[in-house]
């Protein structure tokens, strides 16, 4: 799986994914000025996922932080569902934040309803860390978020 840096011309097909009705109760829906602001924001990382016969299969966006060493991973969308996207695009995230950007954590949150994404984090070594009840407003309700992670310790173990 590649990660490419998301171009302009990217955003309308990324707003495609973020509002199909398979992915909108997941993911917020952002604008196309907001994704334009995460391309030219350095600490932003908006990927957009290739696979090994060139074809996007999905999209990223990933936050570093600088000053607690942490690489979130704030919105992980796939198209192509069912082939095993969504392990390869974590692996390559994983890889990302923690042999590119030397991370100590890796983390992010999940709706406790996404049961596909919390056994793909739970299988690939994930630990859920906290529960945040009504942390977001989404979907016209107050939401409960799951907040999973990984330390570099924890990520050399499954390499």
């Not at 060493?69 to 996207?85: A, H, M, N, P, T």
């Not at 939401?143 to 990520?155: G, W």
Request: contains cysteine.
């Amino acid at each position: 799986m590649k990660l490419i840096s998301a171009k302009a011309s990217d955003i309308p097909w990324i707003r495609s994914l973020e509002s199909l009705d398979e992915n909108k109760n997941f993911v917020w829906q952002a604008s196309y000025e907001d994704h334009l602001s995460e391309i030219d924001d350095p600490s932003s990382f908006l990927f957009v996922h290739i696979n090994n016969h060139g074809e996007k299969v999905g999209f990223s966006l990933n936050v570093f932080n600088q000053r607690s060493c942490s690489f979130e991973i704030r919105r992980l969308v796939i198209d192509k569902k069912g082939q095993g996207y969504g392990k390869t695009s974590m692996l390559a995230l994983l890889d990302f934040g923690f042999n590119e950007l030397m991370a100590q954590r890796v983390w992010l949150d999940v709706y406790p309803d996404n049961e596909i994404g919390i056994n793909l984090y739970r299988n690939l070594g994930f630990v859920q860390e906290g529960y945040l009840r009504r942390s977001d407003f989404h979907r016209g309700d107050y939401q409960d978020q799951l907040i999973f992670s990984m330390l570099v310790e924890e990520y050399k173990n499954i390499i």
